[in-house]
């Protein structure tokens, strides 16, 4: 049973780019979270989703963030109009049922 | 609201030895659950280790053993008999499981252990 897949691993964009960040839960999984780490900080909640539907987007930033875990495929974190502050490095989390959490490898994003 | 501390940004340990990290936390929930993860240099998040709040025991896996003091809000991670491969940061985390919470982790800022040969 593969573990949650993120992709990219390394993201670089310019400021005013578009950044999609791709997380496939693991198998059998309906319930994904996000989370953003800045750099020396610990782990902060961003948005909790379950197939087709956003339950929690309590730590979403309300401009330029934006996220969906489509019926088909992976969940998607979209940031629009990157600014060097979205510099970090992005989790996600998936749960068969919202409890135990199995993390990705995180994507580190890059804002020049 | 929830909050996890951990107040050791970093912390040395001789390798061969036991080491504590400090992990304290507040939350109204009556149940919860709280976790240990590691982060190596690599950047992955490892779990090691959960206690719940109703656990009467202290959970223990492998070498990892968290030492649950319910009454003083503490969840301290002994990590015993330390390796080289054991230097990463460590997080605390916790989860809130009564109603209204949609079981997001709250995250501490984390431990910087380093073990010394």
């Known amino acids: 049973n593969a573990g949650v897949m993120q992709n990219p691993r390394h993201l670089v964009r310019r400021r005013g780019q578009e950044a999609r960040l791709r997380c496939s839960p693991m198998?059998?999984?309906?319930?994904v979270y996000w989370y953003r780490q800045l750099p020396e900080e610990g782990l902060k909640f961003m948005v909790y989703l379950q197939k087709e539907n956003i339950i929690d987007e309590s730590g979403m930033p309300k401009e330029r963030f934006s996220a969906e875990f489509p019926k088909e495929g992976p969940s998607i974190l979209r940031i629009q109009q990157v600014v060097r502050g979205d510099s970090a490095a992005y989790f996600c989390?998936?749960?068969?049922?919202?409890?135990?959490?199995?993390f990705g490898p995180g994507t580190r994003l890059t804002v020049t | 609201a929830q909050k996890i501390t951990q107040t050791q940004p970093g912390m040395f340990v001789q390798e061969k030895e036991a080491v504590t990290l400090d992990c304290t936390y507040d939350t109204s929930d009556q149940s919860y659950g709280l976790f240990w993860y590691k982060q190596p240099s690599s950047g992955e998040m490892i779990f090691l280790i959960y206690q719940g709040s109703y656990d009467e025991q202290n959970a223990t896996e492998g070498r990892y053993s968290l030492n649950f003091q319910k009454a003083r809000k503490s969840a301290n991670l002994v990590i015993s008999a330390s390796q080289l491969g054991d230097s990463a940061m460590y997080f605390c985390a916790m989860r809130g499981d009564d109603g209204g919470s949609q079981g997001n982790l709250i995250f501490g800022k984390g431990t910087k252990l380093s073990v010394k040969p």
């Open positions: 198998k059998g999984h309906s319930h």
């Open positions: 989390a998936s749960s068969p049922q919202g409890y135990e959490q199995y």
